[in-house]
């Protein structure tokens, strides 16, 4: 099953918004030093906006992530599956992180949100090194819904 695919079906899109959202907060209750305040007061500031704003824009944001990453996810299919799905990630780290920041940047690009998009814009230097950082818990959330 690919991964847009397995999105297809609104429950499991819901759970893996639900997770999606999970990892996030994670990740950034995780950071540390002055890169680690930028980006917990940034998240502080997006979720005064909306409490589910968070989960709405992943969600808004999931069938283009999906696409992103599912060619690493089939090469580590290809691969035999040898290691884990996280591993494959992380070795492959920069690459998803670079597919992934597409995405956001082009919406960046796109909107409207001048506070969202200032604040975007202040993060976006260290956010391929912040992705780059999640990819454990990226790969073990693929894992979980696409096979």
């Known amino acids: 099953m690919s991964l847009p695919d397995a999105l297809s079906d609104p429950q499991r899109r819901q759970a893996v918004v639900r ?8 990740e950034v209750r995780d950071k540390g030093g002055i890169s680690g305040i930028a980006v917990k007061a940034t998240f502080k500031m997006v979720r ?20 992103k990453v599912q ?20 070795s492959r ?8 920041l597409s995405i956001t940047d082009e919406r960046a690009r796109k909107s409207d949100h001048r506070s969202l998009v200032k604040a975007y814009q202040k993060l976006r230097p260290k956010g391929r090194a912040h ?4 990819m454990p818990r990226v790969g073990t959330l693929i894992e979980k819904y696409a096979t």
């Open 19 to 26: 997770d999606a959202t999970d990892v996030l907060n994670a």
């Open 48 to 67: 005064g906006l909306s409490p589910n704003f968070i989960p709405t824009t992943i969600d808004a944001l999931l069938d283009d992530f999906a696409g």
């Open 71 to 90: 060619p690493f996810y089939e090469d580590w299919e290809a691969g035999g599956r040898s290691g884990s799905c996280a591993s494959y990630f992380q």
């Open 93 to 100: 780290g920069g690459e998803v992180a670079d597919a992934l």
């Open 131 to 134: 992705v780059v950082a999640s």
